[in-house]
């Protein structure tokens, strides 16, 4: 699977929604500023928190749209894989197929060859 195809799709997609429901996507996107404001808990925190729940109910589109945000704030492929060790330990066999999956997105937006440190 292509992650960067995954995610120009997903957001062609998203994009046709939004301008049929602007008000809800406004909205969306309001909540979405606000809670990863830095607070008490850093932006990249935060985004670790929704790659888990993004593994937890297996929404490859919420683990495209999270790696990425790790990607962005500078995640180290170590920190990563540390939180998906967690996220698999937490959600037995299934969390980990998934945390697999936001490995191999993390290493293709990152540039290199799936399965290699980047």
């Known amino acids: 699977m292509s ?5 120009k799709d997903t ?3 998203l994009d046709v929604m939004q301008t049929e429901t602007p ?3 406004a ?11 830095n607070g008490a808990l850093d932006e990249k925190t ?11 109910t297996r929404c490859d589109s919420c683990i495209a749209f999270h790696v990425k945000s790790l ?5 180290s492929r170590e920190e990563l894989c540390e939180a998906l060790a967690m996220i698999a330990y937490m959600g037995g066999g299934p969390s ?4 697999a999956k936001a490995l191999e997105a993390y290493d ?3 540039g290199g060859p799936v399965g290699t440190s980047v």
């Open 46 to 56: 935060k985004e670790l928190i929704a790659l888990g729940i993004a593994i937890a």
């Open 11 to 13: 957001v062609g997609r």
């Open 71 to 75: 990607v962005r704030l500078k995640t």
């Open 23 to 25: 008000e809800t996507f």
């Open 108 to 110: 293709e937006f990152m």
């Open 3 to 7: 992650w960067s195809e995954f995610m």
């Open 27 to 37: 909205g969306f996107n309001q909540m979405g500023r606000a809670a990863k404001a």
């Open 96 to 99: 980990v197929a998934f945390s």
